[in-house]
């Protein structure tokens, strides 16, 4: 069996002040996600913001508490990275799951 987690992060960038500031950001936070956790990483909305962002990641894994633990890990750092200005929201599926919807 096999556990797919996506997660959706909101991130405010309050100090920053142009599209391509914000975008030197999130290739930072995309790249961290990528080699820190595993995650594939896509900018999903919010695109012609500054100030805003949302990106969708996915976790991949065959063992539901090994994929819980790594978004727990992530939201963490996601949180630490960004205190005041970001939020996560994370549904983990078996592939089960995701073969009957």
């Known amino acids: 069996m096999a556990f797919v987690c996506l997660i959706r992060i909101h991130l405010h960038f ?6 391509k ?4 950001e999130l290739q930072s936070v995309k790249a961290q996600l990528q080699r820190r956790f595993g995650a594939a990483v ?3 909305d919010h695109h012609d913001l500054w ?4 990106l969708s990641a996915a976790l991949v894994g065959r063992e539901a508490g090994t994929v ?3 978004r727990d890990a992530l ?3 996601v949180t630490a990275r960004f205190p005041e200005g970001s939020s996560t929201a994370g549904t983990l599926l078996s592939d089960t799951d ?4």
């Open 51 to 54: 100030q805003r962002a949302e």
């Open 68 to 70: 819980e633990s790594t």
């Open 21 to 24: 500031g914000k975008r030197k």
């Open 75 to 77: 939201e963490r750092w």
């Open 98 to 101: 995701l073969m009957n919807s």
């Open 42 to 44: 896509a900018e999903t």
């Open 14 to 19: 309050p100090e920053n002040g142009s599209l």
